[in-house]
């Protein structure tokens, strides 16, 4: 074995010694019926302590899985935040940070591509979602560029797209492009950066 191989083996067994769902703080969650049925009966908006290793185990599980039927479950989690693992408000990561991982549905979005990019557009420019949702969702839309090394793709995707919206629509995709100024792609492709927003 390489020492890349034996590098990434000892991380996946020290992620789960520590992480809370793999521990089985979350043992219900399995299979995507399992997921859907935590993420259905839970309120994203008042999750209790007690139920955070189980939503965080679901949406995990649906960043890998890439399912379109549950695009709009996932959206109603935009704001969740996950718990941090422990040690890691200390700095002691058993992994390089990822980008997005505060809110893990920014990532399970972000894998889904074509398929999210339309439904996370609606709420970046809807009114009736928080500053947070929206800049969110406009996260979710650039990682599903990146993903393809394409950050000046997701910009641009957001740029056309407010071409075609009414005012309010306007101005909430503007705040939402000048949060992508702020996020670790932006800081990590500085000059592509740069060049998507002249």
Do not use: W
Request: some cysteine; charged content about 25%; aromatic content about 6%.
């Amino acid at each position: 074995m390489q020492r890349r191989e034996v590098l990434l083996i000892c991380a996946a067994v020290i992620y789960f010694l520590v992480s809370p769902a793999a521990r089985g703080d979350c043992p219900s969650v399995v299979t995507e019926d399992d997921a859907i049925r935590v993420l259905t009966k839970t309120d994203p908006n008042r999750i209790v302590d007690s139920d955070k290793p189980c939503v965080s185990a679901s949406i995990n599980l649906f960043t890998g899985l890439r399912s379109v039927r549950n695009i709009p479950l996932l959206i109603s989690y935009l704001s969740y935040h996950r718990e941090e693992e422990p040690g890691e408000k200390e700095g002691l990561l058993l992994h390089p940070p990822i980008e997005g991982n505060e809110y893990p549905v920014v990532i399970a979005l972000s894998r889904g591509a074509d398929e999210t990019r339309v439904p996370l557009l609606i709420i970046i420019e809807s009114d009736g979602t928080s500053q947070l949702e929206r800049n969110n969702a406009a996260h979710a839309i650039l990682l599903s560029f990146l993903k393809d090394s394409d950050f000046n793709g997701g910009i641009q995707y957001l740029r056309t797209a407010e071409a075609t919206i009414g005012p309010s629509g306007k101005r909430n995709l503007e705040f939402a492009l000048k949060y992508l100024q702020t996020v670790p792609a932006c800081i990590r492709f500085k000059q592509e950066c740069s060049n998507a927003f002249r």
